[in-house]
């Protein structure tokens, strides 16, 4: 089953708190002033829900949701 992007914004909401309306896919994770632990525990949990194994190094302040939901997708087991 594909991955959607409800599944990634529903790990973003949950490691970080924000309110799924702010999560639009034109917002950058910098804009979102996400902390860097933050980001480690979605890179972990989007491994452990998704099975998608993405560097935190990935996860940069310029990085766009749209970005992430479609980097997420293409790295998706088949």
Known sequence: ???SPDDIIAIVVKETGLAPEMLRP???????DIASLDLVSIAFELEDQLGVELPVEDLTPDMTLGALVERVRALAPE
């Open 26 to 32: 034109e917002v950058t994770l910098g804009e979102l």
């Open 1 to 3: 089953m594909p991955i």
